[in-house]
Nanobody, 124 residues
Framework: QVQLVESGGGLVQAGGSLRLSCAAS????????MGWFRQAPGKEREFVAA????????DYADSVKGRFTISRDNARNTGYLQMNSLKPEDTALYYCTAARNVKSPISAGGYDYWGQGTQVTVSS
């Protein structure tokens, strides 16, 4: 069992940066693939980024490539999402997620554990 708690969201102007954190419980977090998804009001949850347990493979949505960076520190049981050059369209509730095995890292249905989300609001 893994419990995830996100933090770091907030209100930022367009062009600004935020760093989201995902604190995980459980000693086996290091074995889990981790991902970030987001959901804007009236829209479906969408994939943002994913990272393997070793950090050897990173996946990004086209909309965030070159602006967002996913990383993890297994010794601290924590994952991160560095978000730069933020745009108003990045405004959403951001969720951290994890799973031992994921066939498709960009599919929300493949993940087993989810946090409660942290709100990111980007003003124009």
């Amino acid at each position: 069992q893994v419990q995830l708690v996100e933090s770091g969201g907030g209100l930022v102007q367009a062009g600004g940066s935020l760093r989201l954190s995902c604190a995980a419980s459980g000693r086996t977090f290091a074995l889990y693939r981790m991902g970030w998804f987001r959901q804007a009001p009236g829209k479906e949850r969408e994939f943002v980024a994913a990272i393997t347990w070793s950090g050897g493979r990173l996946d990004y949505a086209d909309s965030v490539k070159g602006r967002f960076t996913i990383s993890r520190d297994n010794a601290r049981n924590t994952g991160y999402l560095q978000m730069n050059s933020l745009k108003p369209e990045d405004t959403a509730l951001y969720y951290c997620t994890a799973a031992r095995n994921v066939k498709s890292p960009i599919s929300a249905g493949g993940y087993d554990y989810w946090g409660q989300g942290t709100q990111v609001t980007v003003s124009s």
